[in-house]
């Protein structure tokens, strides 16, 4: 099973783009991307959302 993250909108992007070429196993999601939750959302509706997705 590969591990999943879900990194913040506040991260540099360059970190996620990084992790996606040195580690292309990982499942990298970020707020703000198609089908995750829009910047600005509040931090319990992520979390109920990664609970929902199981992530």
Known sequence: MAL???????VDPIYPTQL?????????RVIGEPSIP????KDPEILEWC?????
């Open 38 to 41: 829009a910047k600005g959302t």
């Open 20 to 28: 996606r070429i040195r580690q292309p196993e990982l499942i990298i």
């Open 4 to 10: 999943k993250y879900l990194i913040d909108e506040n």
């Open 51 to 55: 609970m929902v997705l199981g992530i």
